[in-house]
C-alpha cells in the first residue's frame, strides 16, 4: 500500500490533509530522534571501551 493512498483512505476517514502531513513531520522527527540516540550510545560505548582499556592495561610479567 503506497503513502499516496494511505492518505486518501485516511481523508475519507475525516482526517484532513493537515493532519497528514503533521503526522508524517512528527514521525520523521521521532526517527530523527532514534538516529541520534542511537548514535550517542554508540559514541558513548566507544568512549567507555577505550576507558576500560587505559584503567586495565595488561601487565607486564616482572620474570622478564
Given at each position: 500500500?503506497?503513502?499516496?493512498?494511505?492518505?486518501?483512505?485516511?481523508?475519507?476517514?475525516?482526517?484532513?490533509?493537515?493532519?497528514?502531513?503533521?503526522?508524517?513531520?512528527?514521525?520523521?522527527?521521532?526517527?530523527?530522534?532514534?538516529l541520534a540516540?542511537?548514535?550517542?550510545?554508540?559514541?558513548?560505548?566507544?568512549?567507555?571501551?577505550?576507558?576500560?582499556?587505559?584503567?586495565?592495561?595488561?601487565?607486564?610479567d616482572?620474570?622478564?
Amino acid at each position: 500500500m503506497s503513502l499516496l493512498s494511505l492518505i486518501a483512505a485516511a481523508a475519507s476517514n475525516g482526517i484532513t490533509q493537515e493532519m497528514a502531513d503533521q503526522a508524517l513531520i512528527n514521525g520523521l522527527q521521532l526517527m530523527g530522534y532514534g538516529l541520534a540516540f542511537v548514535f550517542m550510545a554508540l559514541v558513548v560505548l566507544y568512549l567507555f571501551i577505550r576507558l576500560m582499556i587505559v584503567l586495565f592495561r595488561e601487565k607486564k610479567d616482572k620474570d622478564e
